[in-house]
């Protein structure tokens, strides 16, 4: 989310919430909309929304970047394969997020005893979203310049190239002879990117401490722990 607003060049303020103690001003503008208490929630002049895909969604057609093109991209058959993308990146998720879990580990937990299916279900996953690269030409899902589909996938992508070569015997950029590593390289070249990327040995440090992918939901941190370059 940082990255795309980044992109975008919005102005914005983050505010974080401690899901394990939640503010009553935020409990009360989410049961106002009408939307579950859950984050990322944007808050834009008395409209909320949620949903991370949503807001992307919102963000990218409400503040357009007259110095980059449209990150839905310009035909409609472009539009098209761009919003295949997104509604498969769930699956893309789900997928690697099952492997990290293995056969101990709850959702979004860091288990042991991955399976040798859990891998090949994540690896086929790998092999969708290279073939679009591919297809595509890249170094980007769509081409030569980044799209919505790419900023979405990237804070998996980018988690679990961390996560798995510590807690599972594979890496995700060695699948497709290295070239998801690529894409992941020309991602990080991107400032947006490099600004909303957590601290690799800070993240790494708190994945081996609690055990989960989403543990700011149950233990407070701040975003100076992980990300000290925004400071």
């Given at each position: 989310m940082h990255g795309l607003m980044s992109l975008q060049r919005v102005p914005f303020q983050a505010v974080q919430i401690d899901l394990s103690h939640k503010s009553k001003w935020f409990t009360q503008l989410c049961r106002d909309e009408g939307l579950p208490s859950t984050v990322p929630v944007i808050d834009f002049e008395g409209l909320a929304q949620t949903d991370s895909n949503a807001i992307c969604r919102w963000v990218s057609e409400t503040f357009a970047n007259p110095d980059h093109p449209d990150l839905m991209y310009n035909t409609a058959k472009d539009k098209q394969q761009v919003n295949k993308l997104i509604q498969n990146c769930s699956k893309f998720a789900s997928a690697g997020l099952d492997l990290l879990a293995g056969r101990t580990g709850r959702s979004w937990g860091?288990?042991?005893?991955?399976?040798?299916?859990?891998?090949?279900?994540?690896?086929?996953?790998?092999?969708?979203?290279?073939?679009?690269?591919?297809?595509?030409?890249?170094?980007?899902?769509?081409?030569?310049?980044?799209?919505?589909?790419?900023?979405?996938?990237?804070?998996?992508?980018?988690?679990?190239?961390?996560?798995?070569?510590?807690?599972?015997?594979?890496?995700?950029?060695?699948?497709?002879?290295?070239?998801?590593?690529?894409?992941?390289?020309?991602?990080?070249?991107?400032?947006?990117?490099?600004?909303?990327?957590?601290?690799?040995?800070?993240?790494?440090?708190?994945?081996?401490?609690?055990?989960?992918?989403?543990?700011f939901d149950f233990t407070t941190y701040t975003a100076h722990q992980l990300h000290p370059h925004l400071q």
């Open positions: 860091i288990g042991t005893g991955q399976s040798t299916a859990q891998w090949e279900a994540f690896e086929q996953q790998l092999q969708r979203f290279q073939a679009s690269v591919d297809q595509s030409g890249g170094p980007f899902l769509m081409g030569s310049t980044v799209s919505l589909a790419d900023l979405i996938y990237m804070p998996f992508m980018e988690r679990f190239a961390i996560a798995m070569p510590a807690f599972t015997p594979h890496d995700p950029c060695d699948a497709c002879d290295g070239r998801i590593g690529e894409w992941l390289a020309a991602m990080r070249q991107l400032e947006c990117c490099r600004l909303a990327a957590p601290d690799q040995k800070l993240f790494l440090q708190a994945l081996n401490q609690e055990r989960s992918l989403d543990f």
